[in-house]
Nanobody
Framework: QVQLVESGGGLVQAGGSLRLSCAAS????????MGWFRQAPGKEREFVGDIRRSEGSTNYIDSVRGRFRISRDNAKNTVYLQMNSLKPEDTAVYYC????????????WGQGTQVTVSS
């Protein structure tokens, strides 16, 4: 089994930056895509962006493109979400997810880390 643990959340003022980390442990040899999702109070969880563990290619939703950047360090089995120019609407619990067997669907989730952006 593979476990994902997010860290790096906190309270930041609008315009500030945070970097979230997602560390994978256990059987990580067949990990495929790794992605970031977020869920604000009263709203459904939404996709933010993801990265292919092999090629390193990324994609993002329009609302974060240009502000957020996903990167990975495969040697450390860790992915990062660098968040710049944060806005209050970015406030949410952020979750790391993974395609644990590289079959094209997310099936593994972390516990989440809170990001709060104040005005």
């Amino acid at each position: 089994q593979v476990q994902l643990v997010e860290s790096g959340g906190g309270l930041v003022q609008a315009g500030g930056s945070l970097r979230l980390s997602c560390a994978a442990s256990g059987r990580t040899f067949n990990l495929g895509r790794m992605g970031w999702f977020r869920q604000a109070p009263g709203k459904e969880r939404e996709f933010v962006g993801d990265i292919r563990r092999s090629e390193g290619s990324t994609n993002y939703i329009d609302s974060v493109r240009g502000r957020f950047r996903i990167s990975r360090d495969n040697a450390k089995n860790t992915v990062y979400l660098q968040m710049n120019s944060l806005k209050p609407e970015d406030t949410a619990v952020y979750y790391c997810a993974a395609d644990s067997s590289n079959r094209g669907a997310y099936d593994l989730w972390g516990q989440g880390t809170q990001v709060t952006v104040s005005s």
